[in-house]
């Protein structure tokens, strides 16, 4: 077989643009996992099914199995490296898991924390997430561990980790939070 | 699960895109959201030559209400966008109950509802809603001015669509709902988020009274395209309140002609087809009302 092209892009992930040699058939979790050695994000199905390669593209959740490397250039890309304080304290959701018994394996749970982190931030400190909303922001990840419930439960626990992290609630305006 | 290797290029405007898939004819594939190609690419059952990714093209990205009343979305509105645009929602409510079905919101945040009707998957939520509102796909061509395909010329069977070697799908037109006209969506899915076993988008219009005048339906997960069916015939004539939902679902259930797989049998296939009619469609008569008082 002839040698394939190569493109060289700046993958800008968190917070830090490197760059990185690849065919176009990289998928950006390989290029994380091989080429930038970020290997928290895991390779479940690599068909979009399973969720535990969820990273955050500008801020939303995607599939990185689902994306090339090449179209990642741009973009800035969150894994769940990048999700803890720079200090090192972790990330609400991280607190919530592992308060909750989130985890069993830990295999689908990189996918779980990012995908979370992204939801939360729909969410007004103070305000609540029901057991039905945490339930829909979930639905999209696969454990064959935990059974879900202490997963829902992290989704609620890291509200309050937040509220708390927030400092006293400023006098909201209800209903900030529809649509 | 890695793809084989293909050819990448990278347009930056819509003339540059149609140039390329114009010389890459039948070897050319476009790369939108990638939701549904990518997976086909790993798991090897496509290997297009040269990917012809669009999303680097300005101005594909817009959701717009045309005068009449129709939505129109680009080629690279994502369904997370779609799902959150409040004019389209204003005009076409059931876009919405629909897009919030497609997936998870991982898959909706990447995947197009443009690239999702051009996969042609009669699973899909959008091409019955396609088919549902008598929409069309625009499609674009290099050195000719763009042509408007309506829905029930678009969807040749599953998985294949009349979008041809050298064309780009660059946007779809959902069609206007008409006055006094309420909708509703239900699919049964066996999680949340996968493919329906079979799912129901309706329509039902009323007159004055509050009468039933026009009852129409198209269905997931049952035929090889997305099939509108009219089922007026069952409930015509009677006021709202009263109409026998479950004879429109019967109807239905007569007219579809469903194949069973893995995940449901044909029998049981068609019996969802009466089910979800006959709960969809007091929903859409009830939307029907509180849109006339809307409107009034």
């Given at each position: 077989m002839s040698t394939e092209e190569l493109f060289t892009v700046g993958l800008a992930v968190n917070g830090r643009t490197q760059p990185v040699t690849v065919p176009a058939?990289?998928?950006?979790?390989?290029?994380?996992?091989?080429?930038?050695e970020l290997t928290g994000?895991?390779?479940?199905?690599?068909?979009?099914?399973?969720?535990?390669?969820?990273?955050?593209?500008?801020?939303?959740?995607?599939?990185?199995?689902?994306?090339?490397?090449?179209?990642?250039?741009?973009?800035?890309?969150?894994?769940?490296?990048?999700?803890?304080?720079?200090?090192?304290?972790?990330?609400?959701?991280?607190?919530?898991?592992?308060?909750?018994?989130?985890?069993?394996?830990?295999?689908?749970?990189?996918?779980?924390?990012?995908?979370?982190?992204?939801?939360?931030?729909?969410?007004?400190?103070?305000?609540?997430i029901s057991d039905g909303e945490a339930r829909e922001i979930v639905g999209g990840n696969l454990c064959r561990c935990t059974g879900y419930q202490n997963i829902?439960?992290?989704?609620?626990?890291?509200?309050?980790?937040?509220?708390?992290?927030?400092?006293?609630?400023?006098?909201?305006g209800a209903g900030q939070d529809g649509g | 699960m890695k793809p084989p290797a293909f050819g990448y290029l990278a347009p930056r405007s819509m003339e540059e895109a149609l140039a390329l898939l114009g010389d890459l004819g039948p070897d050319g594939k476009v790369l939108a959201g990638g939701q549904s190609l990518i997976p086909l690419l790993s798991m090897r059952l496509t290997a297009?030559?040269?990917?012809?990714?669009?999303?680097?093209?300005?101005?594909?990205?817009?959701?717009?209400?045309?005068?009449?009343?129709?939505?129109?979305?680009?080629?690279?509105?994502?369904?997370?966008?779609?799902?959150?645009?409040?004019?389209?929602?204003?005009?076409?409510?059931?876009?919405?109950?629909?897009?919030?079905?497609?997936?998870?919101?991982?898959?909706?945040n990447r995947g197009t509802t443009c690239g999702s009707i051009v996969h042609a998957d009669p699973s899909g939520e959008m091409t019955a809603i396609l088919a549902l509102t008598g929409g069309s796909v625009q499609i674009a061509t290099a050195?000719?001015?763009?042509?408007?395909?309506?829905?029930?010329?678009?969807?040749?069977g599953p998985l294949e669509s009349s979008l041809g070697a050298g064309e780009l799908a660059v946007s779809v037109r959902f069609g206007a709902p008409e006055a006094r006209t309420g909708s509703a969506f239900l699919e049964l899915a066996r999680r949340r988020g996968d493919y329906a076993m079979c799912g129901a988008a309706v329509t039902v219009a009323l007159d004055e009274s509050q009468t039933v005048t026009e009852v129409k339906a198209a269905y997931l997960s049952v035929g090889p395209?997305?099939?509108?069916?009219?089922?007026?015939?069952?409930?015509?004539?009677?006021?709202?309140?009263?109409?026998?939902?479950?004879?429109?679902?019967?109807?239905a259930a007569s007219l579809v002609e469903p194949e069973g797989d893995l995940h449901a049998s044909a029998d049981y296939r068609r019996r969802l087809v009466a089910v979800l009619t006959a709960r969809a469609l007091p929903l859409a008569a009830t939307d029907a009302v509180d849109r006339s008082k809307v409107a009034a």
């Open positions: 058939r990289r998928l950006l979790s390989d290029a994380l996992r091989h080429d930038l994000t895991h390779v479940g199905c690599e068909h979009g099914v399973c969720g535990a390669c969820t990273v955050l593209l500008d801020g939303k959740p995607v599939r990185s199995c689902l994306m090339f490397a090449v179209q990642a250039e741009g973009h800035q890309v969150t894994t769940v490296e990048g999700l803890a304080a720079g200090d090192g304290r972790p990330h609400p959701v991280q607190q919530a898991f592992r308060d909750c018994h989130g985890l069993q394996c830990g295999f689908c749970t990189p996918g779980f924390l990012t995908t979370i982190a992204a939801a939360l931030e729909n969410y007004e400190p103070g305000a609540s829902v439960k992290a989704v609620g626990r890291a509200q309050e980790i937040r509220t708390q992290r927030a400092g006293p609630t400023p006098e909201h | 297009p030559h040269t990917l012809v990714d669009i999303n680097r093209i300005p101005g594909l990205a817009d959701v717009s209400i045309t005068e009449d009343g129709a939505v129109v979305v680009g080629a690279l509105v994502r369904h997370a966008d779609l799902l959150a645009d409040k004019p389209a929602f204003a005009a076409l409510p059931l876009l919405r109950r629909a897009t919030s079905n497609v997936a998870h919101p991982a898959i909706r050195g000719a001015s763009p042509r408007d395909v309506a829905a029930a010329d678009f969807f040749l395209v997305p099939e509108v069916h009219d089922l007026t015939a069952a409930v015509a004539g009677r006021p709202y309140a009263s109409a026998d939902w479950s004879a429109a679902g019967d109807l």
